[in-house]
């Protein structure tokens, strides 16, 4: 029988500084309840979903910078979005900061959970690849200090069970680093969820900012076909405190192609049945890795001293 899930990719418009977790919350509802509608089983929201994207200031106060993380997952500001979800019975993925306590140490991640139709959080990753600087850039229009509210992930790219398939995430960055598809395609993931903030100026190379949408398709794209995954990207887009941000959410089925995009660049959300299974014709022939892939001659390459020797 096969296995369809119904996906809604959440795209967020700007979230303002000013914008409160209330406010904010509100609209994730809304998106639930639109996705019942829709006759979605899962909801996608974008990376830090609840704020504004923060990293894009040079902050010193810890206090000032810790407003913007999340204690506790649920919290107050949060349960009506886990409630209205087991009462629709809608599961969801959520990206937010997370300020962590483990062995008695303060830790921050940029984070993203799934949470099934029953309320259970069963997935959790960490970002890895934290793009940017972590020291103060003066001569950018904008920063982008992930590498100093952030520590990079420690969790891996682990693929979850969760609704009837084999799902994983990933967050913004990761999803240009064709190794964050294939650590999960070698897990056999069906389906990648992942959420992004994404200026349209990249101020350490201008000359790329007419590719961004290109960029964002083509590596979405390309860690489908060749993994054989579902892959839904998810923005928060516009022009949030005065920085235009890529939309363009979207879903890309295992042939790689967009099945479904979003329209406009503010909360709109992009719905598609997808067949588990539509991967399978994709890791049973070209991408049978068993088969086809050599990883020692990758090894021995990388480990050779000098490899661009002849
Ligand atoms: N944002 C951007 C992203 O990878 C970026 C950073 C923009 C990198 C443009 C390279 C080019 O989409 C996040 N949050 O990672």
């Given at each position: 029988?096969?296995?369809?899930?119904?996906?809604?990719?959440?795209?967020?418009?700007?979230?303002?500084?000013?914008?409160?977790?209330?406010?904010?919350?509100?609209?994730?509802?809304?998106?639930?309840?639109?996705?019942?509608?829709?006759?979605?089983?899962?909801?996608?929201?974008?990376?830090?979903?609840?704020?504004?994207?923060?990293?894009?200031?040079?902050?010193?106060?810890?206090?000032?910078?810790?407003?913007?993380?999340?204690?506790?997952?649920?919290?107050?500001?949060?349960?009506?979005?886990?409630?209205?979800?087991?009462?629709?019975?809608?599961?969801?993925?959520?990206?937010?900061?997370?300020?962590?306590?483990?062995?008695?140490?303060?830790?921050?991640?940029?984070?993203?959970?799934?949470?099934?139709?029953?309320?259970?959080?069963?997935?959790?990753?960490?970002?890895?690849?934290?793009?940017?600087?972590?020291?103060?850039?003066?001569?950018?229009?904008?920063?982008?200090?992930?590498k100093r509210y952030f520590e990079v992930g420690n969790l891996g790219f682990p693929v979850f069970k969760a609704f009837g398939g084999n799902i994983g995430m990933c967050i913004c960055n990761d999803r240009r680093w064709p190794e964050t598809y294939r650590v999960m395609g070698l897990q056999n993931v069906e389906m990648v969820l992942l959420g992004y903030n994404t200026p349209i100026h990249n101020a350490p190379a201008p000359d790329h900012d007419e590719h961004t949408w290109f960029h964002n398709q083509l590596s979405m794209q390309a860690g489908a076909y060749q993994n054989g995954t579902w892959v839904v990207g998810v923005a928060k887009g516009g022009t949030e405190e005065g920085i235009p941000s890529l939309a363009d959410s979207m879903i890309v089925a295992p042939s790689g192609k967009v099945v479904a995009r979003a329209g406009g660049d503010g909360d709109e959300l992009v719905v598609h049945r997808c067949d588990l299974d539509a991967g399978q014709s994709y890791k049973r022939s070209t991408f049978n890795f068993a088969v086809h892939r050599q990883p020692d001659q990758y090894r021995m390459i990388v480990e050779r001293k000098g490899a661009m020797d002849p």
């Open positions: 029988m096969t296995r369809f899930l119904t996906v809604g990719a959440a795209q967020m418009g700007p979230i303002q500084r000013s914008h409160s977790r209330r406010e904010v919350v509100e609209r994730l509802v809304a998106h639930l309840r639109e996705g019942k509608r829709m006759g979605c089983d899962l909801v996608v929201f974008p990376e830090l979903t609840l704020t504004t994207f923060f990293p894009r200031w040079y902050m010193t106060d810890q206090a000032e910078i810790d407003a913007f993380f999340e204690a506790e997952m649920p919290s107050n500001e949060t349960a009506p979005l886990f409630n209205e979800a087991k009462r629709l019975g809608l599961g969801f993925c959520l990206g937010y900061a997370e300020l962590a306590r483990e062995n008695g140490r303060v830790r921050r991640f940029n984070t993203s959970i799934i949470v099934e139709r029953d309320g259970q959080v069963v997935g959790k990753y960490r970002k890895v690849h934290l793009p940017g600087h972590a020291e103060h850039e003066p001569q950018r229009p904008f920063q982008h200090l992930e």
